[in-house]
DNA sequence: AACGAACTCAACCGCGCTAAA
DNA sequence: TTTTAGCGCGGTTGAGTTCGT
């Protein structure tokens, strides 16, 4: 391997041997010091300042890199030592070959998220995101020299074919990006437990990877346009794994609500949604030869490198916490008939177009350009041919796509009286709430989340109701005066499908998101047990399944209990919470160990779950959940 | 055995974000 | 409010390795 030969220090030595033998070491570069201080080293890293490093991380804990050069004399920036120690020498890192299982989660991140290797090495305990993109970068170039469509071919026809058999959203794509809208909620998150299905061990089936976010991948993730190249010429040597799509096995079930929501036959909007890179193909007369059905034409560029802009769909920014996978997580809890491209679509769908009506993404993306819809055109024709010849049945939406999820109701109301003009998403409540309703034809007749809630919670209390009256009373005016709020990308689980209340499964499915570091402490989750997680600024937290008052038998609500670990203004806290929107009365501020509660509820009407804030007081009634 | 192409992966670079000063 | 330091992420580079001819 690269630099091995560098690597030659053969053990640790005496501290000033060390930084001698970092100069002495003859390897790598030293950088001119830019302010008169003592030249940096780059290039290979050697044993001794490995030694070095780790002795530093050991004695004063990781961060600080800057630090370490003062603190240790090792002669590397802080950047360089970050990395060192994040893709090398922390402990619990995965040394070897990915595992089939891997490398199938891998594929099927990389679907749903993009290029985002770090996102992806949250998903995978003891890998990195180096190590993660190098083997997708090496994939890539793999399957291209090979000539082979970078997802099954499957995933995209199917999912192709099924966009012409299911309801459109009109203008609401999901891909108009806000992508300097800090507040984005990601898709991702709503995705990672279906993700994660793949590689627990107790999940029946092996769905694969969903058609739609194949698809979505394969037409949005600008870097990879996965039609491949056009010129499939010999592979003169093909190393690794012949199991490029380690896991499938060529058939897979898919529904393509993503799709669904161009059905418009993708439209202009929908295509530059879908990845206006598609058209980042050198050749432009090529595209017009090229067709979906044979999953030809690469868009890669010439150079063989794919354009580095971000997927549209995926145009979510998050502010996290240093921990880099804080959306493990909650997004899990009740997920497991969550629908990730539903979910998609309603996360694209909350990030709503400007005023113009344009996409944020026209002009942020340097690929839109007419020929988009040429190609969409086309693939359109094709696919549209191909779907006449074939079975109209295949229609496999579930009756919770878009139209009917976009049921999602934002809560408008809720936004407005509680003094918030905007919403997380950088949008106004009424604007977000408008398209909602024009969106899914819906009108504003239907009752926001937190009428929903409030009304079911009035009409339905039952006689053993385990609150007491006064807690009804407490929570209800809590509940009833606009401080509910709503789960912005609430929809994921699917219409009509109901949580699956085993905590086992659940706290497993959490665990899996979250990696060994913290399995097995979720492992142990228990109703109303706390877990401490300080990486996710959350201080502890805890999930409750719970039959909840005001909502039908078959129903469950979940609790989530936390305290806040430092004082938060709400918008923050809206971020750190994320997926859920749990408004808090302007110029409030979270005190620090304070606790609060949020409860979801998950609506058997809409099948979406619904978040509601609960104030203090209302969170030390509810103890006994 | 030699050569060269392909491959792998460690490391660097630039950019953007956040928090603190 | 502005500046700055720290940090993380994604893209790129290039040296070493592997393999086919």
Not at 261 to 271: H, I, P, R
Not at 501 to 522: K, N, R, V
């Amino acid at each position: 391997m690269g630099h091995t030969k560098n690597e030659r220090g053969n053990g640790i030595f005496p501290k000033d041997q060390m930084i001698s033998s970092l100069i002495d070491d003859g390897d790598g570069d030293f950088e001119a010091p830019t302010d008169g201080g003592v030249a940096l080293k780059k290039g290979p890293w050697t044993t001794a300042e490995d030694a070095i490093l780790i002795d530093y991380v050991k004695k004063h804990g990781e961060g600080n890199w800057n630090a370490v050069q003062k603190h240790s004399g090792l002669l590397r920036c802080g950047k360089s030592c970050r990395l060192r120690w994040a893709n090398h020498l922390r402990p619990n890192l995965k040394k070897g070959a990915f595992t089939q299982e891997e490398e199938q989660l891998i594929i099927e991140l990389h679907a749903k998220m993009g290029n985002k290797w770090a996102r992806m090495a949250a998903h995978l305990p003891g890998r990195t995101d180096n190590e993660i993109k190098n083997y997708w970068n090496t994939r890539i170039k793999r399957r291209q020299r090979a000539g082979l469509p970078l997802y099954p071919p499957e995933v995209c026809m199917q999912a192709l074919q099924e966009s012409h058999n299911t309801s459109a959203v009109g203008d609401k794509e999901p891909h108009d990006t806000l992508q300097n809208d800090s507040y984005e909620i990601p898709d991702v998150v709503f995705d990672n437990l279906k993700a994660n299905q793949n590689v627990l061990p107790y999940v029946p089936e092996l769905p694969g990877i969903s058609a739609s976010s194949m698809l979505m991948k394969d037409l949005g993730t600008s870097q990879y346009y996965s039609f491949m190249s056009p010129t499939i010429y010999c592979q003169k040597r093909l190393r690794g794994p012949t199991t490029i799509f380690p896991g499938y096995t060529g058939t897979v079930k898919s529904e393509c609500p993503l799709f669904e929501q161009f059905e418009d036959g993708m439209s202009n909007k929908a295509a530059q949604s879908f990845g206006a890179p598609f058209l980042v193909g050198p050749d432009p007369a090529a595209k017009n030869s090229q067709s979906f059905g044979v999953f030809q034409g690469s868009h890669s560029l010439p150079n063989g490198n794919f354009s580095a802009s971000e997927p549209t769909l995926e145009a979510v920014k998050l502010e996290l916490p240093s921990f880099q996978d804080p959306e493990t997580d909650f997004s899990s809890w009740g997920t497991l008939s969550c629908s990730p491209p539903l979910l998609e679509s309603v996360d694209a769908f909350i990030q709503s177009p400007p005023p113009s009506g344009g996409l944020e993404s026209d002009s942020l993306s340097p690929h839109n350009s007419g020929l988009l819809d040429a190609v969409f055109h086309e693939a359109k024709t094709l696919s549209s041919t191909k779907n006449h010849a074939s079975d109209k049945s295949s229609n496999s939406s579930t009756p919770g796509d878009i139209t009917e999820s976009s049921d999602f109701n934002i809560c408008k109301t809720a936004w407005e009286n509680c003094g918030e003009p905007f919403s997380p998403l950088g949008h106004s409540a009424s604007s977000l709430f408008s398209e909602c309703i024009s969106a899914s034809g819906s009108s504003s007749d239907e009752p926001s989340s937190g009428e929903t809630f409030t009304e079911s919670h009035r009409k339905s209390e039952p006689a053993d109701n385990v609150f007491t009256p006064e807690i009804q009373k407490e929570a209800r005016i809590q509940l009833d005066t606009g401080h509910c709020d709503t789960l912005l990308a609430s929809d994921w689980l699917e219409q009509g499908s109901h949580y699956d209340p085993d905590q086992t499964f659940m706290a497993d499915t959490i665990a899996t998101l979250l990696g060994d570091d913290l399995s097995s402490e979720y492992k142990n989750i228990a109703a109303g047990t706390s877990i401490s997680s300080p990486e996710w600024g959350l201080g502890s937290c805890a999930w409750n399944n719970m039959p909840f008052h005001g909502i039908p038998n078959n129903d469950v609500a979940q609790i989530l209990h936390f305290t806040c670990p430092r004082n938060r203004q709400p918008a923050r806290f809206r971020l750190w919470i994320r997926y859920f929107v749990i408004q808090v009365e302007p110029n409030t501020c979270l005190d620090k160990n304070k606790k609060f509660c949020a409860v979801s509820r998950l609506d058997p009407l809409i099948g979406v779950p619904r978040i509601y804030w609960v104030n203090e007081a209302v969170y030390d009634a509810l103890q006994w959940l």
